[in-house]
């Protein structure tokens, strides 16, 4: 069984810093791309920014200049440090890990997602 495990939520006040930790695990699963979603009360999950296993990154505009993902392969963990934090960045953050599956001799590719971790930032 593959797990994506995330921490690092909590109360914070507006511009204030959090950093979330997310670590993938289990046998047979290679990881190739890591990421960062949100989900703001009443709305849909998002995307947030995205590691590559060759570390290349990308961000969605409202977060650039604010937030920077970070990736350490050897310990199969992506980070996620939130600086200059704004209510509106409120909600459950997600972390997505995407790679192969091995399984009975096939390679299936396969995405798996933590079980979010909570951010509330209050004004």
């Known amino acids: 069984q593959v797990q994506v495990v995330e921490s690092g939520g909590g109360l914070v006040q507006a511009g204030g810093s959090l950093r979330l930790s997310c670590t993938a695990s289990?046998?047979?699963?290679?990881?190739?791309?890591m990421a960062w979603y949100r989900q703001a009360p009443g709305e849909q999950r998002e995307l947030i920014a995205t590691?590559?296993?060759?570390?290349?990154?990308t961000y969605k505009d409202f977060v650039k200049g604010r937030f920077s993902i970070a990736r350490d392969n050897a310990k199969n963990t992506v980070y996620l440090q939130m600086e200059s934090l704004k209510p509106e960045d409120t909600g459950v953050y997600y972390c997505?890990?995407?790679?192969?599956?091995?399984?009975?001799?096939?390679?299936?590719?396969?995405?798996?997602w933590g079980q979010g971790t909570q951010v509330t930032v209050s004004s």
């Open positions: 997505n890990a995407g790679g192969t599956y091995y399984s009975n001799g096939y390679y299936f590719p396969s995405k798996y």
């Open positions: 590691s590559s296993r060759d570390s290349t990154t």
């Open positions: 289990g046998r047979g699963f290679s990881i190739n791309d």
